[in-house]
């Protein structure tokens, strides 16, 4: 079956622009994340989501960043004013919402920003 | 200091050998243990998953977790160059709430030349 997408998979903007980075789960999974990949930083929690909950902001390094969930579906990641230090690959994760036990998290092929 | 610390290589080692990849952590209250596989310009997919101390053994690879020395281990046996990815451990201190939130490595870069 399909797999978790994101779009687009590459992105390269001003500073100072906003960018918007979209994400579509596994169907059915109703957990999914956001984090970020730097060189050298390895992956960084953003936000998480889990069906109509309020989400956990709590990994979102400013208030320039922000994320919605449409539907329990789609997911929008909206960095606003963006600056270099935003440069990175934001991942996308998806999970069935299960409590007890291991439930693997399936990553998207993640959104490469580059902040010029 | 990083909860979760991890040498990014890149590891270099010839085909047929015998890999050890290794992360060290602080918070003694990890008790799930994963290693993840990424390949370049791709997303990272679960490779091996532990829970608490042990060993654990999935074809060529085995997992250890030492939790007295906050020291886990992935060994990769007769490697092979589709085994060149990056292997990044991940840590959580309970998958038993919904947010599973995991604590990432940064990842080492694994090259195996033919």
């Known amino acids: 079956g399909a797999g978790v997408s994101q779009s687009p998979s590459n992105k390269v903007t001003e500073k100072g622009k906003d960018v918007e980075l979209r994400c579509d789960p596994i169907?059915?999974?109703?957990?999914l994340y956001w984090y970020r990949q730097s060189l050298g930083q390895g992956l960084e929690f953003l936000i998480y989501?889990?069906?109509?909950?309020?989400?956990?902001k709590s990994g979102l390094p400013s208030d320039r960043f922000s994320a919605e969930r449409t539907g329990g579906s789609v997911s929008t990641l909206t960095i606003q004013r963006t600056q270099q230090e935003d440069s990175a690959v934001y991942l996308c994760?998806?999970?069935?919402?299960?409590?007890?036990?291991?439930?693997?998290?399936?990553f998207g092929p993640g959104t490469r920003l580059t902040v010029t | 200091q990083k909860e979760v610390e991890q040498d990014p290589g890149p590891l270099s080692v010839p085909e047929g050998a015998i890999v050890s990849l290794n992360c060290t952590y602080s918070?003694?209250?990890?008790?799930?243990f994963m290693w993840y596989r990424q390949y370049s310009r791709k997303g990272p997919e679960l490779l091996m998953y532990?829970?608490?101390?042990g060993n654990k053994e999935d074809g060529r690879f085995t997992a250890q977790v030492d939790k007295s020395s906050k020291y886990i281990s992935l060994f990769i046996r007769d490697s092979q160059p589709s085994d060149s990815a990056t292997y990044l451990c991940?840590?959580?201190?309970?998958?038993?709430?919904?947010?599973?939130?995991?604590?990432f490595g940064t990842g080492t870069r694994l090259l195996v030349s033919p």
């Open positions: 994760a998806s999970r069935p919402y299960l409590t007890g036990g291991q439930r693997e998290q399936y």
């Open positions: 169907s059915g999974h109703t957990a």
């Open positions: 989501f889990q069906g109509n909950s309020a989400p956990d």
């Open positions: 918070n003694s209250a990890f008790q799930y």
């Open positions: 532990t829970y608490s101390s």
């Open positions: 991940a840590m959580s201190p309970d998958l038993n709430t919904g947010f599973q939130k995991l604590v």
